[in-house]
């Protein structure tokens, strides 16, 4: 299978929005992602044309807050969510970004390792950070990633 990456655009948020619906409890609705698309950098990944997945940052100075990754269920496991990051920070790094910060849910070890596997550490734990269900949320910070992706 291949699969592409490329800059989302507005078009791209209703498909999006169904891959939230299946990802996540607590979903954005299309007023956050048009307001993301014109403050942030998203990207999506697409196999025979059809959007399987996304992620996206927010940029301030050179550092960056990486606010989703999401990949459409029946693709996770098979390297989609690892492209995005690989991308995104890679374009990040063009971008002049050397410090980047993401919060994952505790219980959420598939997105841990995955961030792990590209230098995130975990910085902090937030109690209660999440709802529907309680979680804490783990803090994760990649440092002066200048070296590389």
């Known amino acids: 299978m ?7 655009t507005s078009d791209d948020i209703e498909r999006c929005l169904l891959i939230e ?3 996540f409890r607590k979903r954005w609705d299309s007023k956050v992602f048009v307001q993301e698309l014109e403050t942030g950098y998203y990207l999506i990944a697409s196999s025979e ?13 050179d550092e960056a807050h990486i606010t989703t990754v999401a990949v459409e269920p029946k693709y996770q496991g098979i ?8 991308h995104l920070l890679a374009d990040a790094k063009k ?9 994952v ?45």
Do not use: C, W
């Not at 291949?2 to 989302?8: A, C, D, F, P, V």
């Open 2 to 8: 291949e699969i592409k990456i490329n800059k989302m």
């Open 21 to 23: 619906n299946q990802v």
């Open 49 to 61: 044309s059809d959007i399987i997945g996304f992620t996206g940052m927010q940029k301030v100075l």
């Open 79 to 86: 390297g989609v969510g690892t492209m995005l990051v690989e």
């Open 95 to 103: 971008a002049g970004i050397k410090n980047y910060y993401l919060e």
């Open 105 to 149: 849910r505790r219980s959420n070890a598939a997105a841990q390792s995955l961030y792990k596997k590209f230098g995130f550490d975990v910085l902090v734990d937030r109690k209660n950070y999440y709802s529907n269900p309680a979680d804490d949320a783990l803090v994760m910070r990649r440092q002066n990633a200048s070296d590389s992706v």
